[in-house]
């Protein structure tokens, strides 16, 4: 996913005075007896104790519930807990398990035909039975609407077809081991053929009629309302709904949670909020739930640019890289030191950069620096561009070049520079930036999708780079012929095992070459109050509802 970053910003003392005295107000103004609504006003913080529905706080608000528009955290996770897609993900499993489909797909001798077996006895929230039709009509329209992910399926499909009343046909333009991974993608889920239409930008915003656990009951600019679905063909929720309140800073969510006026806090605390709710957890005031993302920072390093179109340039920077000093000093531990492209979350991802290069080898570094020709009279130079909405971005710029002025006696510099970001994003694929700190949100499950948006190129040349594709997209520029041929190998690859090779392949090629140097992956952080249980993330970070559950307390 494009460099989607849940970036925040510290407040003011004025600020955090006037956030405070509102929500004191509040809970005064809430502890005074009045009748309950069954729709919960907007911006309401909390439910009646002791009604069964969870609180939820978050700064994440979402741009829209249309699964067929929805690209970011914010709308994906809202549009995944009201609906089923034929694939989903059990938590802390990047494995994939049948949900409205019965089993795997059948896949054909060529690897272009999916047959997809699917259930019965399900009805969407409008009372439309689900069946292959309607299925058929929801992958046409995330296809057809030409919604932001759109191209996910329409660069892959060629056809939908229902071949029965309860089994799909989809066949694909080219072979795609990790095709039923993309199935599994939040907005690529059922929704019902009665509320929706066909036709390129013809969304719906603010509605959503899938077959999930729960149905939209209220949709607000700052509070959200879920209802259990009591037609629900499966397990129904623990809880008796949802409702999630969407904070207008770290700040408020922060103090929101810590006064006990949300039952669980998730996206986007700063990290020095975590810590503090990390602690607090240790000494038992409530839970903090740390799980590992899928999410990867790096530095892309473009081969297009002096002085890093010398490989020992490249090299030398993946050589001084201190994983564990960013992890400490900008992180603050919330993260793990990350030695390849793809994360830990794959079995297929190898450590290589920590066998070649290891961290903090600045002897190394010299040594290769010195080799291509560089010196203290005649240091390399390298820019290092950031976003600069991301402040732990910028402090991560920092130190690398605090490290650099320390330890490389001069004959490397780095020079930092924020950049804003929409402009930032733009000029990456233009090639203006030697270097740059991003991270990655992955599209889909699957380990192609750390490689491919990476290192492919469709068009390019050793001499010029790449001119179009991935690489040139992503700012790194890189070209290899022989890893646009593994890209290829991997994706028609069916076999797990032969496909595991290939990515090692890759990935060695890629620590040789150094497009990219891959820095930290991230942890991702729920907190809860102590009566919440089952608190859970799925692996695409998203927080599930479903299993959530709170002891009814009795107000005194």
């Given at each position: 996913m494009?460099?989607?970053?849940?970036s925040v910003?510290r407040?003011?003392r004025i600020?955090?005075?006037?956030?405070?005295?509102?929500?004191?107000l509040f809970?005064v103004?809430?502890?005074?007896p009045?009748?309950?609504?069954?729709?919960?006003?907007?911006?309401?913080?909390?439910?009646?104790t002791?009604?069964g529905?969870?609180?939820i706080?978050?700064?994440?608000?979402?741009?829209?519930?249309?699964?067929?528009?929805?690209?970011?955290?914010?709308?994906?996770?809202?549009?995944?807990n009201?609906s089923?897609r034929?694939?989903?993900?059990e938590?802390g499993?990047?494995?994939?398990k049948p949900?409205?489909?019965?089993?795997?797909?059948?896949?054909?001798?060529?690897?272009l035909?999916?047959?997809?077996?699917?259930r019965?006895?399900?009805v969407?929230?409008?009372?439309?039975?689900?069946n292959?039709?309607?299925?058929?009509?929801?992958?046409?329209?995330?296809?057809?609407?030409?919604?932001k992910?759109s191209?996910?399926?329409?660069?892959i499909?060629?056809s939908?077809?229902?071949?029965?009343?309860?089994?799909?046909t989809?066949?694909?333009?080219?072979?795609?081991?990790?095709?039923?991974?993309?199935?599994?993608?939040?907005?690529v889920?059922?929704?019902?053929?009665?509320?929706?239409?066909?036709?390129?930008?013809?969304?719906k915003?603010?509605?959503?009629?899938g077959?999930g656990p729960?149905?939209?009951?209220?949709?607000?600019?700052?509070s959200i309302?879920?209802?259990?679905?009591?037609?629900?063909w499966?397990?129904?929720?623990?809880?008796?709904g949802?409702?999630?309140?969407?904070?207008?800073?770290?700040v408020?969510?922060?103090n929101?949670?810590r006064?006990?006026?949300v039952?669980v806090?998730?996206?986007?605390l700063?990290?020095?909020?975590?810590?503090s709710?990390e602690?607090?957890g240790?000494?038992?005031?409530w839970?903090?739930?740390?799980?590992?993302?899928?999410v990867v920072?790096?530095l892309?390093?473009?081969?297009n640019?002096k002085?890093?179109?010398?490989?020992e340039?490249?090299?030398?920077?993946?050589?001084?890289i201190?994983?564990p000093?960013?992890?400490?000093r900008?992180?603050l531990?919330?993260?793990?030191?990350?030695?390849?492209?793809?994360?830990?979350?794959?079995?297929?991802?190898?450590?290589?950069f920590k066998?070649?290069y290891?961290?903090?080898n600045?002897?190394q570094?010299?040594?290769?620096?010195t080799?291509a020709?560089?010196?203290?009279?005649?240091?390399?130079?390298?820019?290092?561009w950031?976003?600069?909405?991301s402040?732990?971005?910028?402090?991560?710029?920092?130190?690398?070049?605090?490290?650099?002025?320390v330890?490389?006696?001069?004959?490397?510099q780095?020079?930092?520079?924020?950049?804003e970001?929409?402009?930032?994003?733009k000029?990456?694929a233009?090639?203006?930036?030697?270097?740059?700190?991003?991270?990655?949100?992955?599209?889909?499950l699957?380990?192609?999708n750390?490689?491919?948006?990476?290192?492919?190129?469709d068009?390019?040349?050793v001499?010029?780079?790449c001119?179009?594709?991935?690489?040139q997209?992503?700012?790194?520029?890189?070209?290899?012929e022989a890893?646009?041929k593994l890209?290829?190998q991997?994706?028609?690859?069916?076999?797990p095992?032969a496909r595991q090779?290939?990515?090692?392949?890759?990935?060695?090629q890629v620590?040789?070459?150094?497009p990219y140097?891959?820095?930290?992956?991230?942890k991702?952080?729920?907190?809860?109050?102590?009566g919440?249980?089952?608190?859970?993330?799925?692996?695409?970070?998203?927080?599930?509802?479903?299993?959530?559950?709170?002891?009814?307390?009795?107000?005194?």
């Open positions: 494009s460099w989607f970053s849940l910003k407040w003011g600020t955090q005075f006037l956030s405070l005295f509102c929500l004191c809970l103004v809430s502890c005074a009045r009748p309950q609504p069954s729709t919960p006003p907007s911006g309401s913080l909390n439910t009646p002791g009604d529905r969870i609180t706080g978050t700064t994440a608000k979402p741009r829209t519930l249309d699964p067929a528009d929805a690209y970011e955290l914010a709308s994906l996770g809202l549009v995944f009201m089923d034929l694939y989903n993900y938590p499993s990047t494995e994939i949900q409205l489909a019965t089993a795997l797909p059948k896949v054909s001798q060529d690897g035909t999916y047959t997809i077996p699917l019965q006895g399900v969407f929230h409008d009372g439309t039975p689900f292959a039709q309607a299925m058929a009509f929801t992958i046409n329209r995330f296809i057809q609407n030409k919604g992910p191209f996910l399926l329409a660069d499909v060629d939908i077809k229902p071949t029965s009343e309860y089994e799909l989809i066949k694909l333009k080219k072979p795609f081991a990790a095709f039923p991974s993309l199935l599994a993608f939040p907005g889920c059922a929704v019902s053929p009665k509320a929706y239409e066909l036709g390129a930008g013809k969304f915003p603010n509605i959503f009629v077959t729960y149905k939209l009951g209220q949709y607000g600019t700052d309302r879920f209802d259990v679905f009591d037609k629900y499966g397990e129904k929720p623990a809880n008796k949802v409702n999630l309140q969407i904070q207008t800073s770290p408020n969510l922060f929101a949670f006064t006990g006026a039952d806090a998730y996206l986007s700063q990290p020095d909020q975590n810590r709710l602690e607090g240790k000494k038992g005031d839970q903090a739930i740390a799980a590992e993302g899928s920072s790096y892309v390093l473009n081969r640019q002085p890093l179109d010398k490989l340039v490249r090299q030398a920077i993946a050589s001084i201190d994983r000093l960013l992890n400490e900008v992180l531990g919330q993260a793990d030191p990350l030695y390849s492209m793809i994360p830990t979350t794959f079995k297929v991802s190898l450590p290589l066998d070649k290891g961290d903090a600045f002897d570094a010299k040594k290769l620096l080799t020709g560089f010196s203290k009279e005649n240091p390399a130079k390298v820019q290092v950031y976003p600069s909405s402040p732990t971005r910028s402090l991560a710029a920092q130190t690398l070049k605090s490290l650099v002025d330890k490389m006696d001069g004959i490397l780095f020079e930092v520079t924020p950049a970001g929409p402009a930032f994003f000029d990456i233009k090639g203006l930036y030697p270097a740059a700190l991003l991270d990655w949100y992955p599209d889909f699957d380990p192609d750390y490689v491919q948006p990476f290192l492919s190129c068009k390019g040349s001499a010029k780079g001119e179009d594709g991935g690489s997209t992503q700012g790194s520029f890189y070209y290899n890893i646009n890209i290829d991997q994706r028609k690859e069916q076999n095992e090779k290939i990515f090692t392949e890759i990935q060695t620590t040789n070459d150094v140097v891959p820095l930290w992956q991230n991702d952080y729920v907190f809860a109050q102590k919440v249980s089952s608190v859970q993330l799925n692996p695409t970070q998203i927080l599930v509802y479903q299993t959530l559950k709170k002891k009814l307390r009795v107000r005194s």
